[in-house]
């Protein structure tokens, strides 16, 4: 079993920045695809960015040329830069390592809150 402990989240103004962590327990970010997800109240959990085996990156919409995901493979942890924050990017960030194999698990994190607020 794996755990993903995300951190990182909090309270900042519009126009800030923030960075979130998301640390497996074990060594699986540099051969899971690793993923963020967010989850407004009253909405459904939307894909933020993802960065694959390859290291290939892909962003949502909202957040493109905003939000950067990288990993450090060394310390198993993935992050998500997160810059020109506006009050639309509040939500619980989720980390989720999707498996590279239909026979492999996924994993998610807990959780961290992100609020964007004046």
């Known amino acids: 079993q794996v755990q993903l402990v995300e951190s990182g989240g909090g309270l900042v103004q519009p126009g800030g920045s923030l960075r979130l962590s998301c640390t497996a327990s074990?060594?699986?970010?540099?051969?899971?695809?690793m993923e963020w997800y967010r989850q407004a109240p009253g909405k459904q959990r939307e894909l933020v960015a993802r960065?694959?085996?390859?290291?290939?990156?892909n962003y949502a919409d909202s957040v493109k040329g905003r939000f950067t995901i990288a990993r450090d493979n060394a310390k198993n942890t993935v992050f998500l830069q997160m810059n020109s924050l506006s009050p639309e990017d509040t939500a619980v960030y989720y980390c989720?390592?999707?498996?590279?194999?239909?026979?492999?698990?996924?994993?998610w994190g807990q959780g961290t809150q992100v609020t964007v607020s004046s």
């Open positions: 989720h390592a999707a498996a590279p194999l239909r026979d492999l698990p996924d994993y």
């Open positions: 074990r060594s699986i970010v540099n051969y899971y695809s």
């Open positions: 960065i694959t085996r390859g290291d290939a990156t």
